[in-house]
Nanobody, 127 residues
Framework: QVQLAESGGGLVQAGGSLRPSCVVS????????MGWFRQAPGKERELVAA????????YYADYVKGRFTISRDNAKNTVYLQMNSLKPEDTAVYYCVADSRVLSQPSYYGTNFWMYWGQGTQVTVPS
């Protein structure tokens, strides 16, 4: 069993930065591809970013490219999402996800691909 625990969300003014993190326990972290989804009120969950088990491959949704960076520290069993230039439309609950399978497009864009989910962390950017 794999457990994911997010932290680091919060309230930040537009243009500011946050860096949520997700600590993984229960299995060998380095074997898992990781990602971040988000869900805004009244909207479906959407993939924000993903990173391969080695960190060699990354994916970003178009609306966060150039602003968000996903990274991982396999020695600390932790994945990060550096969020810069935050906008009110970034307001959402952000979920950390993990899965050991190969990242095949477009499968991993969807929620059904990811086996393990964290409880979510709220990010609020007031307008």
């Amino acid at each position: 069993q794999v457990q994911l625990a997010e932290s680091g969300g919060g309230l930040v003014q537009a243009g500011g930065s946050l860096r949520p993190s997700c600590v993984v326990s229960g299995r060998t972290f380095s074997r898992y591809n990781m990602g971040w989804f988000r869900q805004a009120p009244g909207k479906e969950r959407e993939l924000v970013a993903a990173i391969s088990w080695s960190g060699g491959s990354t994916y970003y949704a178009d609306y966060v490219k150039g602003r968000f960076t996903i990274s991982r520290d396999n020695a600390k069993n932790t994945v990060y999402l550096q969020m810069n230039s935050l906008k009110p439309e970034d307001t959402a609950v952000y979920y950390c996800v993990a899965d050991s399978r190969v990242l095949s497009q477009p499968s991993y864009y969807g929620t059904n691909f990811w086996m393990y989910w964290g409880q979510g962390t709220q990010v609020t950017v007031p307008s």
